[in-house]
């Protein structure tokens, strides 16, 4: 069964334009670059509600295959010196949820 992981981070206000600008120009090319960005499924960004937020969802076959994606990434020295550095200040909290597939509706 597939194991969805559901990543909110909260920026601070006025941090959004610049956390873009590194997901853009460092984040994403440093996860291609390193194969990680294959089990992402989508990114967003809040528009009304709880603003000023980045959502990842992202999609694994399992728990061990989730560990080994992050084992992955935290080696990725591109996204960890070159994004994640600069990435870190912004953020004001971080939020993990872990989701399976509720046996009905559309399956992605």
């Not at 993990?96 to 597939?101: D, E, G, I, N, R």
Request: charge should be positive; aromatic fraction near 14%.
């Amino acid at each position: 069964m597939a194991l969805y992981e559901l990543r909110t981070y909260t920026l601070y206000v006025g941090k959004m334009a610049e956390a873009v600008k590194l997901y853009t120009e460092l984040g994403y090319p440093a996860m291609q670059k390193g194969g990680q960005d294959k089990k992402l499924v989508a990114y967003f960004q809040s528009d009304v509600g709880t603003i000023n937020q980045l959502v990842h969802l992202w999609k694994f076959n399992d728990d061990a295959d989730r560990r080994a994606h992050w084992k992955s990434l935290f080696a990725n020295s591109d996204f960890i010196d070159g994004f994640a550095a600069k990435f870190r200040p912004l953020c004001m909290t971080q939020e993990v949820k872990l989701l399976t597939a509720a046996p009905w509706g559309p399956k992605i």
